[in-house]
T-cell receptor
Framework: KQEVTQIPAALSVPEGENLVLNCSFT??????LQWFRQDPGKGLTSLLL?????REQTSGRLNASLDKSSGRSTLYIAASQPGDSATYLC??????????FGAGTTVTVRA | GAGVSQSPRYKVAKRGQDVALRCDPI?????LFWYQQALGQGPEFLTY????????KSGLPSDRFFAERPEGSVSTLKIQRTQQEDSAVYLC??????????????FGPGTRLLVL
């Protein structure tokens, strides 16, 4: 069974600092890896999707890298803002549809 | 356009009650998924539909859990004889086609179930 771990579980930084969120997975036979954002009481919003053949994806201030062989992904958020405060979830897809999630990293950006 | 919607948003049930949770996927989406998210944890896969066919129900925790999608659009997750351990957020997601590596799943806001 695929196990997905996210470290740290929580993170608090001052506004403007860069964020580094880590995700590791046990089975490297994946189709893709996705990073989601979850706000309290709301559903998941997809941020970035990296195919297994890719090394990284970028969207605005967000950059995600993937090292499939070592079972790791990192999400970088540049110049953090208070609006970035949320829980960030990493999910891997090992077949055509099933997502396996980590427990998330809860981020607080202090103004 | 409209996203995935779920109702009710909150449900409080007494232990032993039956509950029904509804999911309206994005119009025309073929695939529909249910996930269970316990407090402080990531979502866990429950079941998957392709149109009206339930292709995978391997994540349903017990035979008290039942899901259906009779016309290939709206889906209902039913929990019979609820137990306290069923308390969680139930998330529904849909995707445009029948899966594949490029597909993203679009999530609804979830139904928060509390069993007393």
């Amino acid at each position: 069974k695929q196990e997905v771990t996210q470290i740290p579980a929580a993170l608090s930084v001052p506004e403007g600092e860069n964020l580094v969120l880590n995700c590791s997975f046990t089975d490297s036979a994946i189709y893709n890896l996705q990073w989601f954002r979850q706000d309290p009481g709301k559903g998941l919003t997809s941020l970035l999707l990296i195919q297994s053949s890719q090394r990284e994806q970028t969207s605005g201030r967000l950059n995600a890298s993937l090292d499939k062989s070592s079972g790791r992904s990192t999400l970088y958020i540049a110049a953090s803002q208070p609006g970035d405060s949320a829980t960030y979830l990493c999910a891997v897809r090992a077949n055509d549809y099933k997502l396996s999630f980590g427990a998330g990293t809860t981020v607080t950006v202090r103004a | 356009g409209a996203g995935v919607s779920q109702s009710p948003r909150y449900k409080v049930a007494k232990r032993g009650q039956d509950v029904a949770l509804r999911c309206d996927p994005i119009s025309g989406h073929v695939s529909l998924f249910w996930y269970q998210q316990a407090l402080g944890q990531g979502p866990e896969f429950l079941t998957y539909f392709q149109n009206e066919a339930q292709l995978d129900k391997s994540g349903l925790p017990s035979d008290r859990f039942f899901a259906e999608r009779p016309e290939g659009s709206v889906s209902t997750l039913k929990i019979q004889r609820t137990q306290q351990e069923d308390s969680a957020v139930y998330l529904c997601a849909s995707s445009r086609t029948s899966g594949g590596g490029l597909e993203t799943q679009y999530f609804g806001p979830g139904t928060r179930l509390l069993v007393l």
